[in-house]
């Protein structure tokens, strides 16, 4: 097992929903630096204010992390062992620039990957995203199911797999791949690209009916992200995994339908007003993972959706109410 004591770590994406969690895990490694990259389109500094007043030195750089030349200004300022790689440009915004989602999140990939190939970052943990295997063709999903991506989002992640297993095929980089599915959590965007977890606790807390899209039977494998950032961490120590694409999931589906009800029951509003709308464009039908590669290789199983989760995360946005009004 390696171990990130004393190494210095690069976060891009780090003051986003999974990254600044992850900052916040790095941190109980005792890294000698951790240092964040982060354009802010998604990422908030408010994120980050837990891990800064942990760490005083964490450094934050507001870069885009495609941009090759001044992340290897940035790598080699700080003198970078590992990369976890979390930046990205959203699905949603995929489907409004799709061409910006497409240089970019493929830009990112190659930019790390050519850092690694010239030797100045030893390891780097990417993550993709279980979008890349577009909808299930059989349940429960392999790593080597087919990557049939559906949105232009998907296709980035998908090339950038693509790119990350040529770097190390080719010029034998020190990299893994990881796939998280349906992430949630206190932190999770609420805004404009927000999950839908937010987007029903922030409709409930104003009055709003929920708004299901097409029948509510679509699935998802929904992961705390807690356990997700133990999981990354997890594939960084585990040499084994290096050169594969690893599932971060439950192995369990929920239905939409199924999500708002349960959520609906911990808000105490079962009765609550609900409306469906016309099906979403890109939107996935079935998602269930795979997950015996991480268990046979990094040994954490995550619990499946539960209320605790839940309740922490409404929590969470509830604190965020109260702090606005």
């Known amino acids: 097992m390696l171990n990130l004591q004393g190494k210095s770590v690069l976060v891009s994406g780090g003051a986003g929903f999974i990254g600044s969690h992850l900052v916040d895990r790095l941190l109980l490694e005792e890294p000698s630096k951790i240092t964040v990259v982060d354009n802010f389109f998604l990422g908030r500094e408010e994120n980050l204010r837990d891990a800064q007043a942990k760490r005083a030195d964490l450094a934050v750089r507001r ?93 980035s992640k998908s090339a950038a797999d693509a790119i990350i297993s040529s770097y190390i095929k080719t010029f034998g980089i020190d990299a893994v791949i990881v796939r998280p599915f349906n992430n949630f959590g206190p ?91 016309p099906e979403r464009a890109g939107d996935v039908r079935r998602h269930c993972a795979d997950v015996s590669r991480a268990r046979e290789l990094l040994g954490l199983h995550p619990h499946p959706l539960s209320q605790p989760q839940l309740r922490e995360t409404i929590d969470y946005y509830h604190g965020q109410n109260n702090a606005r009004s």
């Open 63 to 155: 870069l885009d992390a495609s941009d090759l030349a001044a992340m290897q200004d940035v790598v080699t300022e700080r003198d970078v062992d590992v990369v976890f790689d979390l930046a990205i440009v959203p699905l949603p915004t995929s489907l409004d620039y799709p061409v910006w989602t497409l240089a970019t999140n493929i830009g990112i990939a190659t930019t790390f990957c050519e850092l690694a190939r010239r030797g100045l970052i030893h390891t780097l943990v990417h993550c993709s995203s279980s979008e890349t295997y577009g909808t299930a063709r059989g349940v429960p999903m392999t790593e080597e199911h087919p990557q049939d991506a559906i949105t232009p989002y998907a296709a």
């Open 187 to 277: 932190r999770q965007n609420p805004g404009s690209y927000a999950g839908i977890i937010p987007i029903i606790i922030q409709r409930v807390a104003a009055g709003l009916p929920i708004e299901i899209t097409g029948d509510g039977k679509q699935t998802r494998d929904f992961i705390y992200v807690k356990e997700t950032v133990d999981l990354i961490v997890r594939a960084y120590e585990v040499e084994e995994s290096r050169g594969l694409a690893i599932n971060i999931a439950t192995g369990l589906e929920t239905s939409i339908n199924n999500l708002v009800h349960g959520l609906l029951d911990v808000l105490d509003a079962p009765e609550h007003p609900i409306v469906y709308t």
